[in-house]
């Protein structure tokens, strides 16, 4: 099955600046890497995907590329706010088991 | 209309007690799986149930054993519980096993 890893495990950075959270994914025959936020008691949410047949996709303060040659994924948080802490997930998904998260990274704001 | 709901939200029970976890999905959607959420975090894959087709994480044990009564449905049961089963438990659902999944509420599992 798919092995998801994923780095770093907390990240702290100043309210304003940016942050990035690598993973990177085992089976070649996934083709599709969603990315979850789940803030503390909630249950994780959606906030960006990408699909293999893409490199980068962009929604606003949040962006993911993805290289699928060296089989990693990444997410870009700029101009980063309060509201932005929380765990983020990166997930891939096989043909065999579905979805496989990686093991989440604490973000935290500093004001 | 929640989307994907879990009952209950909350369980408490002793060891060796047998209990289960209800997950209803509403979005017609032919994938559902079961996560286990542990207190580092971790959300780790039990469960996937596509087109009727179950596939088990090797690494759960067999106390474990999800229930499809109709394809709406995704039911959770544990046998003999024991201390290490204390967690959150997700269900979610998913249009197939490459699509966005959406996740219940959680069920905060707590064995004493």
Known sequence: GENVEQHPSTLSVQEGDSAVIKCTYSDSASNYFPWYKQELGKRPQLIIDIRSNVGEKKDQRIAVTLNKTAKHFSLHITETQPEDSAVYFCAASDLVDGLTFGKGTHLIIQP | ?112
């Open chain 2, 1 to 112: 209309d929640t989307a994907v709901s879990q009952t209950p939200k909350y369980l408490v029970t002793q060891m060796g007690n047998d209990k289960s976890i209800k997950c209803e999905q509403n979005l017609g959607h032919d994938t559902m799986y079961w996560y286990k959420q542990d207190s580092k975090k971790f959300l780790k894959i039990m469960f996937s149930y596509n087109n009727k087709e179950l596939i088990i994480n090797e690494t759960v044990p067999n106390r474990f054993s999800p229930k499809s009564p109709d394809k709406a449905h995704l039911n959770l049961h544990i046998n003999s519980l024991e201390l290490g089963d204390s967690a959150v438990y997700f269900c979610a659902s998913a249009g197939s096993l490459r699509t966005e999944a959406f996740f219940g509420q959680g069920t905060r599992l707590t064995v004493v």
